[in-house]
Structure formats: C-alpha cells, structure tokens
C-alpha cells in the first residue's frame, strides 16, 4: 500500500510560481497513475492534473492547461507539480492521488490513496 506525502504549498503573490511535490512510500510508485486535485472552501473538489506511470502521459484540467506542468521522477519515487501564472481563485488545498488504473483520470474516485495536501494561497 503505497502513503503519499506532499510539500511545497505557501503564500505566494498573483503572477508567481509554485512546485509542489508528492512523494510517496511503500509500494512500487512506478505503477501508480499519480493525480493532482484541489478543492477551496466551500466548492468542490476540481481535477488539476494526472500522470500515468511509466511512460509519463499527462492529463490536464481546463482549470491548468497552459499554466501548470506535471511531471514524476520514479527512481524519487516523486511526482512534481509547477505552477506557473498563479491567480487568486488558484488558492485551494492541493492533494495528490494514486491510482492503480481506470477509465477516468479527472475522477478522483478512480484515486484509492491519498496525501494530506498543501495549502497554496494566492494574494493579490
């Protein structure tokens, strides 16, 4: 069973940069789609990005495409997320998810694991 493990969430001005990183233990990671949600107080839980395990395929939100970049490392058993262009309505709780597979990426209930998450507020 595979425990995740997030960091990288801060303050940080309209227009700035963020990288926030999963890292995970137990398990073998390289078989894990990994994904990234977040959820702000108040709304529901929106769909960032995901990466399948070995080959790297990345999937995008309408909500990050063009701004944000996703990415894994599986020897740092870690996927990485750049944000890039942060706005304020980007303040959310960021989560990373692993997945063994499915048909959806941006449904988080195809996700069995998941991380704490970071805060990330966006001042402006």
């Known amino acids: 069973q595979v425990q995740l493990g997030e960091s990288g969430g801060g303050l940080v001005q309209t227009g700035g940069s963020l990288t926030l990183s999963c890292v995970a233990s137990?398990?073998?990671?390289?078989?894990?789609?990994i994904g990234w949600f977040r959820q702000a107080p108040g709304k529901p839980r929106e769909f960032v990005a995901a990466i399948s395990q070995t080959v790297g395929n990345t999937y995008y939100g309408d909500i990050s495409k063009g701004r944000f970049t996703i990415s894994r490392d599986n020897a740092k058993a870690t996927v990485f997320l750049q944000m890039d262009s942060l706005a304020p309505e980007d303040t959310a709780i960021y989560s990373c998810?692993?997945?063994?597979?499915?048909?959806?990426?941006?449904?988080?209930?195809?996700?069995?694991?998941w991380g704490l998450g970071p805060q990330v507020t966006v001042s402006s």
């Open positions: 998810g692993a997945s063994l597979g499915g048909s959806r990426m941006s449904s988080s209930a195809n996700y069995a694991y």
């Open positions: 137990g398990g073998d990671f390289s078989a894990y789609i």
